[in-house]
């Protein structure tokens, strides 16, 4: 079992920065493989990158590839997302995940409840 609350999510204007993270709870945290999605109103859920156990392997979407970066930190059982150069195509509620990995969300057993990203033009 893993519980999943993310943080950070905000209002910024295009081109600036946010720092999203999501705390986990549990000793098993280790085991799981992370991701992050987002939804945009009336838009399917999509995969924005995943950062496996270890945090060695990480894959991105090609629409956030170079301006996001996925990290985490296991001993604080959190895992971060840091966005850069925001657009406004980038609002959304961005949704952490835990699970086996990849870019597929059936891959993922466990979500937060999102929190909400909104990029002014």
């Known amino acids: 079992q893993v519980q999943l609350v993310e943080s950070g999510g905000g209002l910024v204007q295009a081109g600036g920065s946010l720092r999203l993270s999501c705390a986990a709870s549990g000793r098993t945290f280790s085991s799981f493989a992370m991701a992050w999605f987002r939804q945009a109103p009336g838009k399917e859920r999509e995969f924005v990158a995943t950062?496996?156990?270890?945090?060695?392997?990480?894959y991105y979407a090609d629409s956030v590839k170079g301006r996001f970066t996925i990290s985490r930190d296991n001993a604080k059982n959190t895992v971060y997302l840091q966005l850069n150069n925001l657009k406004p195509a980038d609002t959304a509620v961005y949704y952490c995940?835990?699970?086996?990995?990849?870019?597929?969300?059936?891959?993922?057993?466990?979500w937060g409840q999102g929190t909400q990203v909104t990029v002014s033009s």
């Open positions: 995940a835990a699970g086996l990995g990849g870019s597929s969300y059936s891959a993922y057993n466990y």
């Open positions: 950062i496996g156990r270890s945090g060695v392997r990480t």
